[in-house]
Nanobody, 115 residues
Framework: QVQLVESGGGLVQPGGSLRLSCAAS????????MGWYRQAPGEQRELVATITNGGSTNYADSVKGRFTISRDNAKNTVYLQMNSLKPEDTAVYYC?????????WGQGTQVTVSS
């Protein structure tokens, strides 16, 4: 069992920055990889960024060069640093933890980019 608690969402102006955090608890050793996904109104949930236990990262083309995923193993926390934010980044952002036989999801945190 893995529990994920997200924080850091909010309202930011275009061009601004925001950092999301996801704290994991429970069976931490079962996690193979973690990631961030987002879902805008009327849209399907899409992958934003992932990071494996080995530190390999992957990003959606739409956020490459602007977003950075990282982790702090001592704190069992994964982060998403979002820079140069655009209105189209507005969405609910969800933390994901992948285990061998499935996935766990956080509750989601709203990110709104607007002037």
């Amino acid at each position: 069992q893995v529990q994920l608690v997200e924080s850091g969402g909010g309202l930011v102006q275009p061009g601004g920055s925001l950092r999301l955090s996801c704290a994991a608890s429970g069976s931490i050793s079962s996690i193979n990889a973690m990631g961030w996904y987002r879902q805008a109104p009327g849209e399907q949930r899409e992958l934003v960024a992932t990071i494996t236990n080995g530190g390999s990262t992957n990003y959606a083309d739409s956020v490459k060069g602007r977003f950075t995923i990282s982790r702090d193993n001592a704190k069992n926390t994964v982060y998403l640093q979002m820079n140069s934010l655009k209105p189209e980044d507005t969405a609910v952002y969800y933390c994901n933890a992948k285990i061998r036989i499935g996935n766990y999801w956080g509750q989601g945190t709203q990110v709104t980019v607007s002037s």
